[in-house]
């Protein structure tokens, strides 16, 4: 089994409770408002920031810049839909809660460690390049965005999807080669903690989104 297999099937009840959020519930039956969807928006903003300046900085390391795709960044994207949604002072209208300052927080301790980089972005962009693209659609539907404003997070301009994973995979199973067991190991831990940490953001995005009449 290749590490990409073993990371997967480590985090896969990590992953089912991240998809059993009651703010993606919600927000996927159309019960939100512009308002609450761009809670979430926001706290992406924040975390992509931080995760895109770790791409910025690893491009160059031996072993985290395999994972660096500047076609990948967000940050953009995340402006263009912001301001789609709250206006051109979307940048006074939005703040970190307390679970995404903790991910950012995390992001930036480990940035300097090539696996815990890895960690992170698997954790985040692989589930953006899956379950992400349904939520376009669904988005689209719900609030009427197009390309340009409101959606563009979930827009990546890399080609084919399942050749652009499919390459991907095969990245991490060569690290998975380079590493020893306990390298192995500490990896899946961090990406199990970064499931948990993103989690954690959209149960507290949950307690604030307020529910649409």
């Given at each position: 089994?290749?590490?990409?297999?073993?990371?997967?099937?480590?985090?896969?009840?990590?992953?089912?409770?991240?998809?059993?959020?009651?703010?993606?519930?919600?927000?996927?039956?159309?019960?939100?408002?512009?308002?609450?969807?761009?809670?979430?928006?926001?706290?992406?903003?924040?975390?992509?920031?931080?995760?895109d300046?770790?791409?910025?900085?690893?491009?160059?390391?031996?072993?985290?810049?395999?994972?660096?795709?500047?076609?990948?960044?967000?940050?953009?994207?995340?402006?263009?839909?912001?301001?789609?949604?709250?206006g051109?002072?979307?940048?006074?209208?939005?703040?970190p809660?307390?679970?995404?300052?903790?991910?950012?927080?995390?992001?930036?301790q480990?940035?300097?460690?090539?696996?815990?980089?890895?960690?992170?972005?698997?954790?985040?962009?692989?589930?953006?390049?899956?379950?992400?693209?349904?939520?376009?659609?669904?988005?689209?539907?719900?609030?009427?965005?197009?390309?340009?404003?409101?959606?563009?997070?979930?827009?990546?301009?890399?080609?084919?999807?399942?050749?652009?994973?499919?390459?991907?995979?095969?990245?991490?199973?060569?690290?998975?080669?380079?590493?020893?067991?306990?390298?192995?190991?500490?990896?899946?831990?961090?990406?199990?903690?970064?499931?948990?940490?993103?989690?954690?953001?959209l149960?507290?995005?949950?307690?604030?989104?307020?529910?649409?009449?």
């Amino acid at each position: 089994m290749g590490f990409a297999e073993v990371l997967r099937t480590a985090t896969w009840t990590d992953h089912e409770s991240a998809e059993d959020d009651s703010y993606l519930k919600n927000l996927m039956a159309g019960r939100l408002s512009p308002e609450a969807y761009g809670e979430m928006v926001a706290q992406h903003y924040f975390a992509y920031v931080a995760l895109d300046g770790a791409s910025k900085r690893l491009a160059g390391d031996p072993v985290a810049g395999a994972f660096v795709f500047p076609e990948l960044y967000r940050e953009e994207a995340l402006v263009r839909d912001l301001r789609a949604i709250y206006g051109d002072d979307w940048a006074a209208r939005i703040a970190p809660s307390k679970p995404t300052q903790t991910l950012v927080a995390r992001i930036n301790q480990v940035s300097d460690w090539p696996g815990g980089y890895v960690a992170h972005h698997y954790t985040r962009y692989l589930g953006d390049l899956s379950g992400g693209q349904f939520i376009r659609m669904e988005l689209q539907k719900i609030y009427g965005y197009g390309k340009g404003g409101g959606v563009d997070f979930y827009h990546f301009d890399i080609g084919s999807l399942p050749r652009f994973k499919d390459e991907y995979r095969r990245r991490l199973d060569a690290l998975g080669e380079s590493l020893d067991e306990a390298g192995r190991q500490r990896i899946i831990r961090e990406t199990r903690l970064a499931y948990q940490l993103n989690t954690e953001v959209l149960g507290d995005l949950g307690r604030v989104a307020t529910v649409a009449a």
